[in-house]
């Protein structure tokens, strides 16, 4: 594939592509990907239509870097819509491993692709995958509903205007701009005092772990009770708080217990969106912030207040801290030092593949060398679908026995259904 290198506009990066460009999660690929097979008829004129013109529609995805601190905005799409075929369903899928899962370079020509393998005249392979410099999960999911609703629009002859949506390139003019006068002086006293009472950026979480000798990667997987989401819920409302701060809570009460530290801390993901005019803008905003809990909580709500007032603040001052550090000469993060324990909240089912007009899809699951790892880290996923809702851990056991990480879910769920009574 060929793509001609189109006219492009210099502007600065935002502070969170900065943080990606000079070496936060560089060991990773970083790919936000789909995968599915479409069974159907598939008019590869309307794919190609549709991807240019969200390609068109937001500026970061015409969006490449001349320095950490200088983006080019291009004129025209940077990749256009590859296209192979496959004798067998085997060699189709290895196709798309091989083209669909080649990192990104950050100095490269582009960070999207685009993959159709066809199998027959009525069975596809469909592949997307942007490098994570150019989008997040919220913008992923807009990404590709966006493309599937200018893909039927494209299958009527309706052409799906290209005007731009909330530029991203905007957003990071306006972050540059305000950043060092009140606007970033107010975060910098705030992560000042922040890093003050519990220290620099990620939490640590030491008790209980030991490194006995080589990585060994570890899931489990406990399946919570049916009412789980409702009593989630109601603990919410009693304390004036979002369900998050509920399972945030849960899990910070859960290492006070087993641990028996005073303190303790973990991260979560933020996407970031309150800048005017960004709620749709397809870019990176996610970044990772902290919480904290003091000593063992008795009174769940109260915790649960606490922790979302926390959040409140760490959400509203919220900066790439590695970034901002170094600009204000601020020691706001540990070099090299993992988050002890991330949590994320996931209440509604996920979309099942890319719903394309005309085909029914099936997601197909591909695993790329290079992807994220954390062997230091407990990364706890709540899901609270309101079919089988439950929390998963992933975990390096040569570091965390399980018994341990166990013991931390018990407590925590235990929390999350005590609906505010005394646990």
Known sequence: MTVTRAKATRGPTSLTEEARLTGEFADWHNLLYEVCWL????????????????CLRHDVMRRTYASADEACTHDDALSEVEFHTAATDAEATE????????????????????VIVQRSERRHLLGIAVDHIISD?????FLCGEFAALYERALTGEAGDTAERGPYRSFASRLRRDFPGAWGEKRREFWRAYTAEFGVFPPPFSAGTQHRGEEALKVVERGLPVDVRAKAHALSRRAGATPFAVVASGMLAGMCEVSGDQVVGLTTHHHGRTAPGTYRTIGLFTQAVPLHLRSRPENPLETVRDVFLRSLDVTEYILPLRVAGNLWSENLMAPGREAGVFVSLEEDEPPSGLQLAGTSAQHVE??????????????????????????????NEGVFPTAFVEQILQAAEKFVLSEGNAW
């Open 366 to 395: 591909m695993r790329f060398p290079g992807a994220k790892r954390l062997p230091e880290t407990i990364v706890v996923d709540w899901s609270l679908h309101r079919t089988g809702p439950r929390v998963t851990a992933s975990y």
């Open 95 to 114: 196709k798309m491993r091989r083209i669909l899962g080649t990192p990104f370079d950050l100095s490269g020509p582009a960070f999207s692709r685009i």
């Open 39 to 54: 069974t159907g008829k598939l008019d590869l004129a309307a794919v190609r239509d549709a991807w240019w013109r969200v």
């Open 137 to 141: 999960q919220i913008s992923w999911f």
